[in-house]
């Protein structure tokens, strides 16, 4: 019902910045709060940021909590995740998720994902 595509992946070097973007058709899109996550090599998938349906909360991990911001604009049906002062160590495919109501934090808690998009941050 609700498909999700990323893009803005991409190669940096530690300490350069990207800027992700997660575009969201097929359903009414200010009623859906989304999520970041992201999933390393022989790693479980890890939370990294959620918005809520019109954006005033949001929520990071503490490993990120400085560095990431997450926005939305609910008349562009899109989100971003602004990513700065990148590690080594956030190399990951980076997927976007949503689900009706509230915010979570787990990936369970989401209906709806995109393909994800891989970044890779060099050192």
């Known amino acids: 019902q609700v498909q999700l595509v990323e893009s803005g992946g991409g190669l940096v070097q530690a300490g350069g910045s990207l800027r992700l973007s997660c575009a969201a058709s097929?359903?009414?899109?200010?009623?859906?709060?989304m999520a970041w996550f992201r999933q390393a090599p022989g790693k479980e998938r890890e939370f990294v940021a959620a918005?809520?349906?019109?954006?005033?909360?949001?929520y990071y991990a503490e490993s990120v909590k400085g560095r990431f911001t997450i926005s939305r604009n609910n008349v562009q049906n899109t989100i971003t995740l602004q990513m700065n002062s990148l590690k080594p160590e956030d190399t990951a495919v980076y997927s976007c998720?949503?689900?009706?109501?509230?915010?979570?934090?787990?990936?369970?808690?989401?209906?709806?994902w995109g393909q994800g998009t891989q970044v890779t941050v060099s050192s």
């Open positions: 998720a949503a689900r009706p109501g509230l915010l979570r934090a787990k990936y369970d808690d989401y209906n709806y």
């Open positions: 097929g359903g009414t899109f200010s009623t859906l709060a």
């Open positions: 918005i809520s349906s019109t954006g005033p909360t949001t």
